[in-house]
T-cell receptor
Framework: TQLLEQSPQFLSIQEGENLTVYCNSS?????LQWYRQEPGEGPVLLVT???GGEVKKLKRLTFQFGDARKDSSLHITAAQTGDTGLYLC??????????WGAGTKLIIKP | NAGVTQTPKFQVLKTGQSMTLQCAQD?????MYWYRQDPGMGLRLIYY???????DKGEVPNGYNVSRLNKREFSLRLESAAPSQTSVYFC????????????FGSGTRLTVV
């Protein structure tokens, strides 16, 4: 059974602080995807990383795919209240299904 | 751009009633999915359709049926609703095997009493 362990499950920090969310697995993925979900809405794709060691930046968000394509991290610099939400990672093994992390509920306090 | 459209947004059913959740996408995607999301359980795959004319079971298919009506539409049917099916249901679609990411609908919040 393929698993994707996401940590932390919950994070509450002050505006302006930095944070990192991790997704780890023992399985190799063809890609690792990060989504953000707000209350009452569906997940929205933020980024997909496909190459081992790849780093992608989306404004203050930096996404990295591990060299072995088994893990990924999301780093937010100088968090803002608008970053509040549920962050989900998902690994694509290449068989029409995704392996989902349990999610990180992020609260940024003003 | 409508993306993935789900109807209805909210529904309350009595135990034993049936209903169909509708999903349509306008992005010419070949693969479509139905998920349920419950607190503490994350996203769990119910059924998926890799292409028009095919459907496959996911992690939690019991109590559900699906129909891939055409390339655009993928419906989820609850034949005899149970309180355990109270959940938020999401439809998603993607190109190919989903390697580059899914597009999700805004969800249907279903309560079975």
């Amino acid at each position: 059974t393929q698993l994707l362990e996401q940590s932390p499950q919950f994070l509450s920090i002050q505006e302006g602080e930095n944070l990192t969310v991790y997704c780890n697995s023992s399985s190799v993925f063809s890609s690792l995807q990060w989504y953000r979900q707000e209350p009452g809405e569906g997940p929205v794709l933020l980024v997909t990383v496909v190459t081992g060691g790849e780093v992608k930046k989306l404004k203050r968000l930096t996404f990295q795919f591990g060299d072995a394509r088994k893990d990924s991290s999301l780093h937010i610099t100088a968090a803002q209240t608008g970053d509040t939400g549920l962050y989900l990672c998902a690994g694509a093994p290449g068989n029409y299904q995704l392996i989902w992390g349990a999610g990180t509920k992020l609260i940024i306090k003003p | 751009n409508a993306g993935v459209t789900q109807t209805p947004k909210f529904q309350v059913l009595k135990t034993g009633q049936s209903m169909t959740l509708q999903c349509a996408q306008d992005m010419n995607h070949n693969s479509m999915y139905w998920y349920r999301q419950d607190p503490g359980m994350g996203l769990r795959l119910i059924y998926y359709s890799a292409s028009e004319g095919t459907t496959d079971k996911g992690e939690v298919p019991n109590g559900y049926n699906v129909s891939r009506l055409n390339k655009r539409e993928f419906s989820l049917r609850l034949e005899s609703a149970a309180p355990s099916q109270t959940s938020v249901y999401f439809c998603a679609s993607t190109v190919g095997t989903g390697r580059y990411g899914y597009t999700f609908g805004s969800g249907t919040r279903l309560t079975v009493v």
